[in-house]
């Protein structure tokens, strides 16, 4: 992804943003730590476990009140296996537990990836499908498309003890009963190689839904993502 392309898919999401604070729009501020597990396993398959977590600090209303307290939100863990299929691409499936106010909600995912190689950096499209069921809510069926850029920032490749960048934009079609809504992602992240088997993975987490309704939500989360191969 070069300079140009990125400054313009950072331009739309803060347009898209400002029109919808002219809305009743409301914010959050918190933390969202997640450790992965992956496995290499034969026949060119993988898996990947995951817990993850949200943890808020302050919410309110864009120029009104504001409530500063920390609460924690959910919890997820998730258990996705892969497979490559082509030299650069690969499909998974998996499932995702969703432990959110003293409630448990199932998630069924489905995602393609196909990666692009360049001279200095990689360009990743995942095109994703998910299905959500609870006991409180109607199903919720989302339709997802995300564009992804690393970026070594020594030398071609990213190695132990160097630091690297990764940049995301996602875009998630939801329908839920006759409902419909658009969520935006942007995700700036500074990554830290530390042994061939050991990463981690800092930044913000910027959300934006319900932008096409009369109540926009902007979130923000900032994340630390550590990744260990087993």
Same mark, same amino acid.
């Given at each position: 992804?070069?300079?140009?392309?990125?400054?313009?898919?950072?331009?739309?999401?803060?347009?898209?943003?400002?029109?919808?604070?002219?809305?009743?729009?409301?914010?959050?501020?918190?933390?969202?730590?997640?450790?992965?597990?992956?496995?290499?396993?034969?026949?060119?398959?993988?898996?990947?476990?995951?817990?993850?977590?949200?943890?808020?600090?302050?919410?309110?209303?864009?120029?009104?009140?504001?409530?500063?307290?920390?609460?924690?939100?959910?919890?997820?863990?998730?258990?996705?296996?892969?497979?490559?299929?082509?030299?650069?691409?690969?499909?998974?499936?998996?499932?995702?537990?969703?432990?959110?106010?003293?409630?448990?909600?199932?998630?069924? =995912?489905?995602? @393609?990836?196909?990666?692009?190689?360049?001279?200095?950096? !990689? $360009?990743?499209?995942?095109?994703?499908? #998910?299905? +959500?069921?609870?006991?409180?809510?109607?199903?919720?069926?989302?339709?997802?498309?995300?564009?992804?850029?690393?970026?070594?920032?020594?030398?071609?490749?990213?190695?132990?003890?160097?630091?690297?960048?990764?940049?995301?934009?996602?875009? =998630?079609?939801? @329908?839920?009963?006759?409902?419909?809504?658009?969520?935006? !992602? $942007?995700?700036?992240?500074?990554?830290? #190689?530390? +042994?061939?088997?050991?990463?981690?993975?800092?930044?913000?987490?910027?959300?934006?839904?319900?932008?096409?309704?009369?109540?926009?939500?902007?979130?923000?989360?900032?994340?630390?993502?550590?990744?260990?191969?087993?």
């Amino acid at each position: 992804m070069n300079t140009k392309a990125l400054l313009f898919i950072i331009l739309v999401v803060l347009m898209q943003g400002k029109s919808a604070v002219f809305a009743q729009a409301t914010y959050r501020f918190g933390i969202m730590p997640s450790l992965n597990l992956n496995s290499a396993l034969k026949n060119n398959w993988s898996l990947n476990a995951k817990a993850e977590s949200r943890q808020l600090f302050k919410s309110g209303t864009v120029n009104g009140d504001a409530v500063n307290e920390y609460r924690y939100v959910l919890t997820d863990l998730s258990l996705i296996a892969a497979k490559k299929v082509g030299l650069n691409s690969r499909i998974a499936g998996g499932y995702l537990m969703r432990i959110e106010d003293g409630e448990i909600s199932h998630r069924f =995912i489905q995602h @393609f990836i196909i990666v692009q190689k360049f001279a200095a950096f !990689r $360009l990743a499209h995942r095109f994703m499908s #998910d299905q +959500t069921f609870s006991e409180s809510e109607k199903p919720e069926i989302r339709v997802r498309y995300r564009i992804s850029s690393e970026l070594p920032l020594n030398g071609e490749s990213v190695d132990p003890g160097e630091f690297y960048v990764k940049v995301s934009n996602e875009y =998630i079609n939801s @329908f839920q009963a006759k409902d419909y809504d658009l969520e935006i !992602r $942007l995700v700036p992240l500074l990554g830290y #190689d530390i +042994t061939d088997n050991f990463k981690i993975e800092t930044g913000p987490d910027y959300r934006l839904n319900s932008f096409i309704s009369s109540s926009p939500r902007h979130s923000y989360w900032m994340t630390l993502n550590i990744f260990i191969e087993i």
